[in-house]
């Protein structure tokens, strides 16, 4: 039999001091902003509920 392993506790958003980017900021007060990682697009959207989705 083994003993059994502890696993971490998970961290907090607010504990692990996430930057802050506003979407309204990153959309220039519309509601698309072209996001791009390692060479790929993705598109940032607000929806009109206010609700954030992103596309590649």
Known sequence: MTPMTT???PIRA???EL???DARALTGNGIR???ELD???YTLRI???G??????
Request: no cysteine; glycine share 4%; charged share 25%.
């Open 19 to 21: 930057p802050v980017h």
């Open 39 to 41: 060479g790929q697009s």
């Open 33 to 35: 902003a072209r996001i």
């Open 47 to 49: 929806t009109r509920a």
């Open 51 to 56: 609700k954030l989705i992103l596309t590649k």
């Open 14 to 16: 607010e504990e692990a």
């Open 7 to 9: 696993l971490p506790h």
